[in-house]
C-alpha cells in the first residue's frame, strides 16, 4: 500500500511538471544584446527586455525559458512555432509585419556608428572602409541600402556585438553601425571605442510573435497596462538611468501594429 501511494504521488509529481514545462513561455533572445539581454557576472540572463519579459509572464501566470538564437534565426523561430515570442530589440517594420505580428512598441530609437577612438569621425568618412553590422538586423539594412552613398569598401555581418566588438577593436573592421542605446551602453567603460554619429531611423522596439497569434494580443494589453501604472517607465530609468522622454513609445499607449 505504501509503496503504491508512493508510486500516484511520483507520477501526479511528473505530470504536474510536464504541464508546468508545457506552460513555460519560451521567449528567443540573442543574448550579448546590451544592455536588452546578456549574461551577468554569474551567468544569469539580465537586461531591460528581460525584466520587462519576466514582468509580462508572470502577469500571464507563467514561467519563462530564454532560448539563445542568432538575431536572424528569431524570425523563423517565432514562424515555425519553435518559440513563443522573440525579443532582441527587434524593430518593427512594414515588411516584417507581412510574416510576424509585433505588439504594441516600448522603445524609440535610431542607429550609430561606433569606431575604435581615433578612428573615423563620422560617416563621411567611411568612404573605403570597411563597415560592421549584425546578420539581418536593421542596421544591415541601412548599411545595404546606404553602401554606395558612403563607398564603404565592404560590409561585415556578425552574430552578435561582441565579435564585432573584438574586430572593431582589433582595426579589421572600421566601424559598427548598430541601434543607438545598445552601443551607449556598451561603450560607456570602453575608453577606446566611441559612439561618433546617430542615424536617424525612427525605430520602435517591440516582442514579435507568429503572424496573429492571439499571444501578441494578450502581451500587448498587458503592455498597455505596464505603461499606465509607470512601470515601464521604472524599468526605463533602471537601465538608461534617467526617465523616459515624454511622447515616447515606452510611457505613451499605442495601437498594436498592422501590415499595410
Known amino acids: 500500500m505504501f509503496k503504491t501511494i508512493i508510486s500516484t504521488s ?16 519560451e521567449i528567443g533572445a540573442n543574448i550579448g544584446n546590451v544592455p536588452w539581454e546578456f549574461q551577468d557576472e554569474a551567468g544569469n540572463f539580465t537586461g531591460f527586455e528581460v525584466d520587462l519579459a519576466n514582468t509580462v509572464a508572470e502577469k500571464l501566470g507563467r514561467d519563462v525559458e530564454i532560448v539563445n538564437i542568432p538575431f536572424n534565426g528569431l524570425f523563423s523561430a517565432v514562424q515555425s512555432g519553435r518559440i513563443d515570442m522573440a525579443m532582441s530589440s527587434i524593430t518593427i517594420t512594414d515588411e516584417r509585419l507581412q ?6 512598441p516600448y522603445y524609440d530609437s535610431d542607429q550609430s556608428l561606433t569606431v575604435a577612438t581615433g578612428g573615423p569621425a563620422s560617416l563621411d568618412e567611411m568612404g573605403d572602409k570597411i563597415v560592421g ?3 539581418g538586423s ?13 563607398g564603404f569598401a565592404d560590409i561585415r555581418r556578425y552574430e552578435g556585438l561582441a565579435p564585432a566588438m573584438l574586430d572593431l577593436q582589433a582595426g579589421r573592421i572600421d566601424g ?19 559612439v561618433v554619429q546617430r ?4 525605430e520602435k522596439y517591440s516582442f514579435m510573435f507568429a503572424k496573429d497569434a492571439e499571444l501578441a494580443s494578450d502581451v500587448n494589453a498587458l503592455l498597455t497596462d505596464l505603461k499606465e501604472d509607470g512601470t515601464l517607465a521604472d524599468l526605463h530609468e533602471k537601465w538608461f538611468g534617467a526617465a523616459p522622454e515624454a511622447e515616447t513609445s515606452t510611457v505613451t499607449v499605442l495601437d498594436m501594429p498592422a501590415a499595410k
Open 10 to 25: 511520483l507520477l501526479t509529481l511528473g505530470l504536474a511538471s510536464t504541464a508546468l514545462a508545457q506552460d513555460a513561455l
Open 199 to 202: 542615424i536617424a531611423t525612427g
Open 138 to 150: 536593421t542596421g544591415d539594412m541601412w548599411a545595404t541600402e546606404h553602401a554606395e552613398d558612403y
Open 99 to 104: 510574416s510576424v505580428s509585433f505588439a504594441q
Open 176 to 194: 559598427y553601425i548598430s541601434d543607438i542605446p545598445a552601443l551607449q551602453y556598451y561603450v560607456k567603460d570602453k575608453p577606446g571605442l566611441d
Open 133 to 135: 553590422v549584425d546578420t
